[in-house]
């Protein structure tokens, strides 16, 4: 992957580690991807204590939207690029035609799936109003000229968008007006994105 870092060539044991630390990394990114599957499952504890060193994203970011004060904190699949409608987690078995029939009922916004949310310091749904204003934001501001601080005069709100992964961003946003390069918010994005794109290994 272009965003892994290493001297080749390894000999067999650095070679080890470096892919258990990939593994770690990958199984800690894919813990918050399906993080709403693996919390309602009872064993979830295993899971947890099946490996000392995986990044708990989930604790961070709960973590951080508590420290900063964060209004919401998102992260959110953009499915429109995707061949077939996201289905929700967990195998979904339909014929290509049952695919395009659902497909041909989502509307723009229901082709972006919330796969985490925290606000207002507690895990919750998302409502479909400031859903739909973030989907807005992402696709007519930030996908069109990368800026990633968006200030909503009419609502006095700040938002921070991040695309990290091919089709995943995370939404940060505060009721208040904050600056552009908040240091302590800038860290944690530009943190984040390092760890879950893998690009420190």
């Given at each position: ?23 770690e ?20 504890k ?25 209004a ?18 967990g ?54 000229n ?56």
């Amino acid at each position: 992957s272009s965003g892994i870092n290493a001297e080749w060539p390894l000999r067999p044991g650095e070679l080890y580690k470096w892919f258990f630390k990939l593994y770690e990394l990958l199984l800690s990114k894919y813990t918050l991807y399906f993080s709403k599957t693996l919390f309602q499952d009872s064993s979830r504890k295993v899971m947890r204590s099946s490996t000392t060193n995986i990044v708990d994203h989930r604790t961070k970011l709960n973590d951080f939207s508590k420290k900063s004060k964060a209004a919401t904190i998102s992260l959110i699949l953009n499915a429109a690029n995707l061949e077939r409608p996201f289905m929700g987690h967990g195998c979904k078995l339909f014929s290509e035609q049952a695919h395009r029939e659902i497909a041909s009922k989502h509307s723009f916004i229901d082709k972006f799936e919330v796969i985490f949310h925290y606000g207002n310091g507690k895990d919750e749904t998302l409502d479909e109003e400031t859903k739909t204003e973030i989907v807005h934001l992402y696709s007519d501001v930030y996908h069109k000229n990368g800026k990633p601080y968006i200030y909503d005069t009419k609502r006095n709100r700040s938002y921070y968008l991040l695309l990290f992964d091919e089709n995943v961003f995370l939404s940060v946003s505060y009721n208040t007006k904050k600056s552009e390069r908040d240091s302590e918010i800038i860290k944690f994005l530009e943190d984040f994105k390092n760890s879950m794109s893998l690009s420190k290994v």
